[in-house]
C-alpha cells in the first residue's frame, strides 16, 4: 500500500531567514529578505518496520539545509543577470546597475539561476537527494519553500 510522510516547515521549525535579490523583478532587484520554511513529502511504500523513512534522519537532513541558509545572503551562481566577482574576503556583485560589495562569510553562492522559491525549492531537493539513502520503497519527493506564511513553490521528483 503506498503511503507518504509529509513535514511542515512551520510547525517543526524547520525555517531560515536569509536575504537575496532577483534581478528580473523590477521590486525584487533589491537586496531583500524573508523568513522560510521548507516542506517535504515523500511517498512510498513502508518497510517491514511500517516506515518509509524515519523522520528524525529527514528532519535533521532539512535542519542542516536550513542551518547552512539561514542568516546569509543567497546568490544565484548560474544567473544570467548577476555578475559575481570573488576574492579571499569579499564577494562583489553587480546588478542592475548597482555594485554591492558583501564579506565573503555572509554570502552563500548556490548553483541556481534565481533565488526564486521555485530554484530554492529544486536547489533543497537536490541536496536532500544526496543526502539521504533512496531505497526502491521512495517513490517521489517533493519539496517546498515558502517564503512567508501561505506563500511558496514545490517541486516534485518521481522515482
Not at 511500517?50 to 544565484?76: M, Q, T, V, W, Y
Not at 554591492?100 to 530554492?120: F, G, V
Request: charged residues 30%.
Amino acid at each position: 500500500m503506498d503511503s507518504y510522510i509529509k513535514i511542515d516547515g512551520w510547525r517543526t521549525n524547520i525555517r531560515f531567514s536569509s536575504a537575496h535579490v532577483i534581478p528580473e523583478y523590477e521590486k525584487c532587484g533589491r537586496i531583500h529578505g524573508h523568513t522560510y520554511a521548507i516542506h517535504l513529502k515523500i511517498e512510498g511504500i513502508k518497510d517491514e518496520k511500517g516506515i518509509i523513512i524515519d523522520f528524525s534522519i529527514i528532519k535533521s537532513i532539512l535542519k542542516e539545509i536550513a542551518n547552512d541558509l539561514d542568516h546569509h545572503i543567497l546568490i544565484p551562481g548560474k544567473s544570467d543577470s548577476i555578475e559575481i566577482h570573488e576574492n579571499k574576503k569579499q564577494i562583489i556583485l553587480h546588478s542592475l546597475k548597482k555594485e554591492y560589495i558583501l564579506p565573503k562569510e555572509d554570502c552563500r553562492i548556490l548553483p541556481i539561476s534565481s533565488t526564486s522559491a521555485e530554484n530554492l525549492s529544486s536547489y533543497i531537493l537536490e541536496e536532500i537527494i544526496k543526502k539521504i539513502d533512496l531505497n526502491a520503497n521512495i517513490y517521489s519527493i517533493e519539496v517546498g519553500v515558502d517564503e512567508g506564511y501561505g506563500q511558496g513553490a514545490f517541486v516534485l521528483k518521481k522515482f
